[in-house]
């Protein structure tokens, strides 16, 4: 081998029959192998199972006399991953050996997935935007967009275009194709600017108001297209246009909304109220003359004495104040009062008056404290349910558990949080996919508003327990899931207890069908055979179907009925849990035969029923005549 490949930084080797001949010492920085490892190595021992099939191809061109170039496989390191590798390789037909080069992809490939991932990363960014992100070239075709763009599209337009497609497109109405038409035309030119624009809004038949910024694409000098973004600025324009309607109506405003204003001059000691001020205080202005000590009789007694501290550092330090408090009118009636103050300046900052609003806030501080007493018995509740309660914020992957959880299955109550993926990994493998697969179909459908399903959890300790949950779904005005709030239920002894029971049940089941004397459950109310035994249809000569569609009165004598009633009827009253006595029966074929009853009255099917054993003494009974 040359003294240039033994210093090459590819892998130079040659191969014949499956194995390496030669190879430069390179193997080691790329695979990690020396060159004897290598050689004593078979050619595909270390190629990655999903390329070997490729390579197996690739090796054929070879062998048909073509060269192979820029052929890429993976090849094991020997710390066991994967390295990618760049092949170029020539036969030399006489000696039937392979002459190769092999170049190291690893930061190429490193390139490319960051560049996907970069790609991807800025796809996600502006599919997450509510702006509207687009490009056109100059041929005012789309080349990138985000959802927001077409999704815009065709709810204004009733169409939905794709990368492309013209912008300035043939379904679009004439007046708004010549007028955007105009606008990528100033893009074009090299123009920035701000415009705005709009859309309708089917929904509302109104107009949705855009502010749009279009940016011409500079490569040197020439410019290569156009990128614009459009903000969605309607509910600013319509606050602009309602101010001015809103300074008219402020006045009423204020009494709506159960706001005043004062003003106290620290000059004259004179107090003065807004008109909206007396209804709070429940007073009449034409017949009520405002003083501080007027003012200061109505604040509740507890109150006063903070609401003077922070009049004083009002006074004395010019400190704002923005406190609540309550005040106590002459009914009795107390409410909750939100204040605001301001100190105001002279041109030589001497402090020369105080103003600022009060609010009537009793309807919003009651309700705060009800939820605050709401949240807090539910806290207590969740503290104690022996349920798992969670609160999962969709949007943040975030799910909350109570302490109960740890309870339940385990673990340090310090850690209340996990994402959903971390819960999925928890579900028994056997459940997890059709359990998930659930759930994210369910959170898909708008109409849904909650999820039930069950399935097995994994505790700390490795066991799983069985679970029944019931979720909450709570969605935005789209229709989308951003909320779940619900609760595990442990129901793993009630499994268990199933399970044991249609074991018991398949038990008896067998006991019933394998017992040698005939047996058979009778309905206490219509007489009808419930469920009969092998031995039962040898024994009568019915068939199993016709047992069903009979009484226990057809195979009885007529005569034998009235005695058949009266011990139905006994057990019926429940004068007896367990009744034996001796009995005539008749076949099918009409033998009559003489049988011991023993019977015990069970609920069968969820029916009042009595299970029957019957054994036929008949033969005894001749037997003992005999004798």
Known sequence: MSIHSLLAPDIICTARDGKFLEINPACIQILGYSPAEMMDMGFTDLIHPDDLSATQSAAAVLYEGKTLRHFVNR???????????????????ESDTMYCIARNMSHEQAVRDAQILQQRNIDALINNSFDLIWSVDTEMRFTVANNAVFDRTLASYGFRPKVGDKAVHAKLPREVQKHWKTLYGRALS??????????????????????????????GDKVHGVVCMARDITAKKKLETALFEESKRLNEAQHVAKIG??????????????????????????????????????????????????????ITKGKDKDFTHRIVLPDGTEKYIHQIGRSNYDKKRKLISLSGTMQDVTRETLLHKALTAANERFNAVARTAEEAIYDWDILADCLHWEPAYYTMFGGAPGKKTMNIKQWAEKVHPNDAAAT?????KTLENKR??????????????????????????????????VRMV????????????????????????????????????????????????????KHYGYRHKEFLDMTIADIRPSTEKAKLLEAVERVRRGERLYHAGRYVHRKKNGEIIQVEIR???????GRAADLVVAIDITEELSRIQLI
């Not at 909650?450 to 789209?478: C, L, M, P, Q, V």
């Not at 249609?502 to 004397?517: G, H, L, V």
């Not at 019977?599 to 099917?605: A, D, F, R």
Request: aromatic letters at 16%.
């Open 436 to 440: 998930t697969e659930n759930l994210y």
């Open 75 to 93: 090849y094991r390191h020997k710390k066991g991953h994967y390295v990618p590798l760049e092949w170029s390789a020539v036969l030399h037909p």
């Open 448 to 481: 849904k508003k909650e999820w039930k399903y069950a399935y097995r959890y994994k505790k700390t300790d490795g066991s799983y327990a069985f679970i029944n949950e019931y979720g909450h779904i709570f969605r935005d005005k789209t229709g989308k899931a």
């Open 599 to 605: 019977s015990n009255p069970i609920v069968y099917g």
């Open 190 to 219: 090299g123009e920035s600017f701000v415009i705005e624009t709009r859309g309708p809004e089917v929904e509302t038949e109104n107009f949705v108001v855009f502010e749009t910024y279009m940016r011409p694409i500079m490569v």
């Open 486 to 537: 619900g609760c595990l239920s442990d129901v793993t002894e009630t499994t268990e207890m199933r399970r044991q029971l249609e074991i018991s049940e398949k038990k008896y089941r067998d006991i019933f069908e394998m017992n040698p004397y005939p047996m058979w459950v009778y309905d206490l109310e219509t007489l009808r055979f419930m469920a009969v035994n092998k031995a039962a249809v």
């Open 261 to 314: 204003s004062w003003h106290y001059d620290l000059l004259t000691g004179k107090l003065e109220w807004s008109g909206a001020m007396y209804p709070i205080f429940g007073l009449d202005p034409k017949t009520t003359k405002i003083t501080p000590e007027t003012f200061y009789a109505f604040i509740h007694p507890d109150d006063l004495p903070e609401f003077k501290r922070l009049q004083q550092l009002s």
